[in-house]
């Protein structure tokens, strides 16, 4: 796989975030802003149609992915803290006295993981 191809690659997965379920023609403005490129050279890599791939192409793909990543991650703990809620919930519903310890551990470990992505501690 060369380089150009490994670049189209990556930008598919990005055109897949920004423009889900989206035809390439759509994808492309949407892509562009989010990698801070132009829309020229965003088609032009996809085309592989590009004379040169530069540092800063590189680095507007990775930022994208580390972006889509960090947004992905904050999505799958919200998830896991809401199901510990939840579970929180299902316990103080059945008999609160009883399950004390594990309503606690829940609401606990659901603040713990919350705070992970506290942005207003960042």
């Known amino acids: 796989m060369g380089i150009a191809s490994s ?3 990556r930008i598919g997965r990005i055109f897949a975030f920004v423009a889900p379920n989206r035809p390439i023609k759509d994808a492309i403005p949407k ?5 801070g490129l132009g829309e ?8 592989q149609e590009a004379r040169c791939l530069n540092v800063a192409d590189e680095e507007a793909v990775f930022e994208a992915e580390v972006r889509i990543s960090e947004h992905i991650l904050e999505k799958e703990v919200e998830r896991h803290a809401n199901r510990l809620e939840y579970a929180a919930l299902k316990f103080a519903a059945k008999c609160p006295d009883t399950y004390r310890d594990r309503i606690d551990r829940c609401r606990a470990l659901a603040r713990r993981v919350r ?3 506290d942005r207003e501690g960042a």
């Open 40 to 47: 020229r050279r965003v088609r032009a890599i996809w085309a």
């Open 7 to 9: 670049f189209q690659e």
């Open 115 to 117: 705070g992970l992505f």
């Open 31 to 35: 892509a562009a802003k989010f990698m």
